[in-house]
């Protein structure tokens, strides 16, 4: 049963539709308590009930994680849609970040951004929602230099700029709520849909606030997003956005 919901409004006979969204850097699946677990980190991601998952720092075929693909584990986990992007080979596999989709994925596209202390790709996906095209992206940014945080999000803006369709990046922007990069996102259009403080990182004691779902294309939009109590799974804390629209 598709989680995407529309229902019809009885007195304006208008549309309105529910997009549940997941950002979450797993940390290779390795928790606070240095166990690598990804049933317990699909366990997390059920309880959020997800159309569309942005994964950060996630394995493929690397030794230190038992050499499985971990965005195709998660997907059957899940019984979601997956795709993978690596930063760079690593440990005998490859390291990235990934998409888990309810819909079919029938574009992807990878971005490459300006090299800081390792290489950083965005992962862009295409579905169809309700017949309607929606581009989702995950995204970890440079934690080492807000200039370079500045410059990476400067050139997926760019690589972005063309779609004519909604468009949502989620992930680890290793940024604060009133740094230049989230500054720029906002100048950019994009929308951060939040609710007070939404501290994630380190996951079991939150301490600061780096990683968000932004939104551009939807007229009038209306969300929030939340943090979820996870204090174990991995080092993050994993954040759930729900998107409303006409």
């Known amino acids: 049963m598709k989680i995407f919901i529309c229902w019809l409004l009885t007195v304006s006979w208008a549309f309105s539709c529910e997009l549940r969204v997941l950002a979450y850097n797993i940390h290779h699946g390795e928790g606070m308590d240095g166990k690598i677990d990804l049933p ?68 992807t596209q990878i971005h490459r951004l300006p090299d800081g202390a390792e290489p950083r790709v965005v992962l862009e996906v295409e579905a169809k929602v309700n017949g309607k095209s929606i581009s989702f992206a995950s995204i970890h940014l440079d934690w080492t230099k807000s200039s370079l945080r500045v410059a990476q999000f400067k050139a997926l803006d760019k690589a972005l700029a063309i779609r004519n369709h909604p468009v949502i990046v989620a992930g680890d922007y290793n940024a604060e709520p009133g ?36 939104v551009r294309g939807i ?7 939340t943090v979820m109590d996870e204090r174990v799974a991995s080092d993050h804390r994993p954040v759930m956005g729900v998107i409303q629209w006409p």
């Open 219 to 225: 007229p009038t939009v209306k969300g929030t997003s």
């Open 179 to 214: 740094s230049p990069t989230m500054n720029m996102a906002r100048q950019s259009g994009f929308i951060i849909p939040k609710s007070d403080a939404n501290l994630t990182w380190p996951a079991d004691k939150p301490n600061v606030e780096i990683d968000y779902i932004v």
């Open 40 to 107: 317990r980190i699909a366990g997390v991601i059920e309880k959020g009930r997800p159309d569309f998952v942005a994964l950060q720092e996630v394995d493929n075929g690397v030794n230190r994680s038992g050499n499985i693909d971990q965005a195709k584990v998660l997907g059957g986990l899940l019984d979601m849609h997956y795709s993978f992007a690596k930063f760079m080979d690593y440990d005998g596999g490859e390291y990235g970040l990934a998409v888990l989709s309810k819909y079919p994925i029938i574009k």
